[in-house]
T-cell receptor, first 114, second 115 residues
Framework: DAGITQSPRHKVTETGTPVTLRCHQTENHRYMYWYRQDPGHGLRLIHYSYGVKDTDKGEVSDGYSVSRSKTEDFLLTLESATSSQTSVYFC?????????????FGPGTRLTVT | KQEVTQIPAALSVPEGENLVLNCSFTDSAIYNLQWFRQDPGKGLTSLLLIQSSQREQTSGRLNASLDKSSGRSTLYIAASQPGDSATYLCAVPSGHSGGYQKVTFGTGTKLQVIP
C-alpha cells in the first residue's frame, strides 16, 4: 500500500458540468500522474507533476487541467465534461518504496458523463 | 513513438498449467520494463520491474524476462491458480530517466485460470 487515495470513487455527471477528481498521497513523493483507462486503449497519460506547481501534459491532455498546490494532493479538472471523458481515471505516484522506477497506482475513479 | 503490444488479448488455461504472457515494444532504448496485475474494478498492482541491465526478475511463481535487442519481454507464471485470474499489463517508460518518465502501457492480457 503506497498510501494513495482517490476521491470520489464513482461519479455520474452531466455534459457541460465541471468535475474535479482528487488524488491524495501520504508518502511525500515528488512525482504524481493522472491516467485514463479505456477499453482498447489501455492506460494513457493525461498530465503529470514533478513537484508543487510543476506540471506537464501527457498524450491526452485536451479538455483536462491539473493543479498541485501541495505535495500530497494532485487535482484533475474537467472544465466542461463531455461524454468522451467517460472513463476510469487512475492516479499514480513514483518512487514509493525502495525502487525509484516503479509507479504505484490508486484504486481509480469511475466517471460517467451523461 | 513507443508502442507496446500484448498478445494474446485473452487467455484461458486449466489450473496447474504453466503459462507465458508476451509483451513487445518498438523502441528498444528503454530503462526498464514493468509488469502489473489488474483485478476487475481495481487499480494496478506492480508485480515485477526489470531494469535494462537485467535479463530476468523473479518473484515467487512469477518470472519476467527482458530481451531489449528484440523488443520483447515475457511473464512466466508457474503452476497457475484460479487466484491468478486477472488482466496483466506491461509498461515501458518512453522518456528520460527520473521523474519525467512518461510510461507507455500495453492493452493487457486477460487471464482466466479454470479450476
Amino acid at each position: 500500500d503506497a498510501g494513495i487515495t482517490q476521491s470520489p470513487r464513482h461519479k455520474v455527471t452531466e455534459t457541460g458540468t465541471p468535475v474535479t477528481l482528487r488524488c491524495h498521497q501520504t508518502e511525500n513523493h515528488r512525482y504524481m500522474y493522472w491516467y485514463r483507462q479505456d477499453p482498447g486503449h489501455g492506460l494513457r497519460l493525461i498530465h503529470y507533476s514533478y513537484g508543487v506547481k510543476d506540471t506537464d501534459k501527457g498524450e491526452v491532455s485536451d479538455g483536462y487541467s491539473v493543479s498541485r498546490s501541495k505535495t500530497e494532493d494532485f487535482l484533475l479538472t474537467l472544465e466542461s465534461a463531455t461524454s468522451s471523458q467517460t472513463s476510469v481515471y487512475f492516479c499514480a505516484i513514483k518512487n514509493a518504496g525502495g525502487n525509484p522506477y516503479e509507479q504505484y497506482f490508486g484504486p481509480g475513479t469511475r466517471l460517467t458523463v451523461t | 513513438k513507443q508502442e507496446v503490444t500484448q498478445i494474446p488479448a485473452a487467455l484461458s488455461v486449466p489450473e496447474g498449467e504453466n503459462l507465458v504472457l508476451n509483451c513487445s515494444f518498438t523502441d528498444s532504448a528503454i530503462y526498464n520494463l514493468q509488469w502489473f496485475r489488474q483485478d476487475p474494478g481495481k487499480g494496478l498492482t506492480s508485480l515485477l520491474l526489470i531494469q535494462s541491465s537485467q535479463r530476468e526478475q523473479t518473484s515467487g511463481r512469477l518470472n519476467a524476462s527482458l530481451d531489449k535487442s528484440s523488443g520483447r519481454s515475457t511473464l512466466y507464471i508457474a503452476a497457475s491458480q484460479p487466484g491468478d485470474s486477472a488482466t496483466y499489463l506491461c509498461a515501458v517508460p518512453s522518456g528520460h530517466s527520473g521523474g519525467y518518465q512518461k510510461v507507455t502501457f500495453g492493452t493487457g492480457t486477460k487471464l482466466q485460470v479454470i479450476p
